[in-house]
């Protein structure tokens, strides 16, 4: 006879077949695992993450399924690139990587549990570098993402290497929203020096029109608490071999970037903020222009949020380079250190490109300027933006003749209105010196007391802060710390102090009284 089965129970049905499983799991993944167990306990794990190359299991990834990686076991080239093309859903995330504290080879780690490892050997990975493999992938990308609300988590990425102009460490394609990287370590890349070209991002977004990279944009996808330090590559350290960049395209925060040639490069909207950038170098191949951070967009109405950042020890890099046409740019509690060991180590740069309206709202930043130039120039187009204020910002500059080089020379952009400059303060380094404000300082050209000259200097904001922003002083970013053994973006380096209301604000990143460091917790040892 003939069965009817009741909606709901075809619909549950229907997602079995489809789906390969009706409800979310949790699954474990081992190196000395089998893709033909289960992988429903750390007892049957499976050998391989689902996308893997080598992957030959036959679960299908679903809406809430996590997938947890042994702690400590690694992974080397040949299973890479990871396609992965499986979505969650809306508050339902896909979860993947070292997301079980208590589950770790403890005979790779004897004093307890670490991120697994993806190693690509120095070695370009699976297939030819910039053509693919058999499955269609950048087979030079450890993470090729086309999936959404997916969320990336505590893996360790080492020896990333290319020899011509292909790789990086994730791509996230643009039919992809809401994907998550998080607290990922990315370290020992290196390149041939003779016969590569640079790459400007590892973290990336290659092109479409999704979630991802639209006007409505790039507020969909996070790169957040991510180590990046090359500090350990045979090239890392030499400014003139250094290569590699961050991210490009995504939300980025509470980061490290350290020892490569360009750290943020976004492209489409959103928020760069409470990131420490250092050690970055015009690099091995002498064409690709050294940036800490830098829009590049070429058209558009994006708006940016930048805040919090501290770019500081660099060798030669453009530190803050935006204003791009259409843009909205809002960028406070920066602090910006522009001295370094090389040429061209440039204080920010607040206008890229002229001829369209675009507004740049520069407010409560530092700026340590020791090359003897203004601490802000306009760039090479001397334009006025649509709204143009510069305020409330502590510019230390042995040229004290103004805060910004070349707001007066040209004419506006049309439709512009009037420029405000004000409340800024200015002086030199030796003043600065004087007055307490230096590099030594637990917290780089800080107030020391209720006198310090720019306590007091500011003018109040609330009424035109970013409303989903807090008005709050810096935080400092984060610092790269080794906690327990694991190498990890520490945050808060510093607690905000709060800025009234109503009542004047101190000119620059900090708000009197300043405060000490945060203690830290559970150090074995401090990278720097």
Known sequence: MSRIFPPAQLALILAVVLTGSAFAG????????????????????????????????????????????????????ANFSILWSWSGATGNRIQIGGLDKTWYNSTNCPSGWNRPVFNAGNAVMNGTECSGDSRGTNTNSFIYNTGAHNFWSWIELKGLY?????????????????????????????????????????FTIPGGTGA????????????????QDNSDSPNGTNPNQ?????????????????????????YTNGEIGGNNISNVAGGFDGTNHPNCIETIQASGNNTYYFHDNWVHGNYSCQLFTIGNPGEIDYAWNNIFDCSGGGVGNNCPALEQGSGDLHSLFFWNNTIFNANG????????????????QVRNNHCITTNTG????????????????????????????????SNGYTSSQPYNYSPTSASSP????????????????????????????TVNGVVQSVCPARSSVSRPSSAAWDAGAYFFPVGTPNPPTGLAAVVQ
């Open 162 to 202: 290319w020899a011509s102009g292909c790789g990086g460490i994730a791509d996230t394609h643009a039919v992809a929203g809401d994907v998550i990287y998080d607290n990922l370590y990315v370290h020992k890349w290196s390149v041939n020096l003779s016969t590569a070209g640079d790459i400007s991002g590892f």
């Open 26 to 77: 949790t699954y474990y993944i081992a190196a000395n695992g089998s893709d033909s167990n289960n992988g429903t306990s750390k007892t049957t794990p499976w050998a391989h993450l689902p996308g893997m190359a080598t992957w030959t299991g036959s679960h299908t990834p679903v809406a809430g399924d996590t997938f947890i990686l042994r702690g400590c076991d690694v992974w080397s080239n």
């Open 242 to 266: 250094r290569s590699g960049g961050g991210v490009m395209a995504m939300n980025t925060i509470n980061s490290i970037f350290s020892y490569m040639t360009n750290a943020i490069k976004p």
């Open 212 to 227: 991802c990279n639209s006007n409505a944009g790039a507020v969909n996808c996070t790169v957040q608490y991510l180590v």
């Open 373 to 388: 130039n203004y601490c802000m120039t306009l760039g090479s187009n001397n334009a006025y933006q649509k709204d143009f």
């Open 402 to 433: 103004g805060v910004v080089f070349g707001l007066n020379s040209p004419s506006p952009d049309s439709g512009a209105n009037a420029p405000v400059t004000d409340h800024n303060y200015i002086e030199s380094a030796s003043q600065a010196a």
């Open 454 to 481: 720019t306590v007091g200097a500011g003018i109040n904001l609330t009424s035109s802060w970013p409303g989903a922003y807090s008005t709050n002083d810096t935080n400092y970013a984060c610092t790269e710390q």
